[in-house]
């Protein structure tokens, strides 16, 4: 099993378990802030990333940055 984040050895498992229980939806509540925001999973990687899987850290970053980059959307005008 793949934590989503490491817990210290003193950690209880009942508490660990309630954590990664949490950990899921609390992702999807902070995606859920902005509209059209991708959530991204690296499966089988840590907390680092950017080190087990640099291609989607690089290609996450670079989304980041032409959205940032792009003009503002406007909204159409109602007919």
Known sequence: MIEPFAVPPTLSKD?????????????????GLRP?????????????????????????????ADRASAPPRTASPSS
């Open 15 to 31: 508490l660990v378990a309630k954590l990664e229980k949490a950990w899921p939806p609390a992702q999807q509540a902070l995606v």
């Open 36 to 64: 059209q925001t991708p959530h991204l999973l690296a499966t089988g990687s840590d907390h680092y990333v950017q080190l087990h899987d640099p291609d989607l850290t690089i290609a996450a970053v670079r989304l980041v």
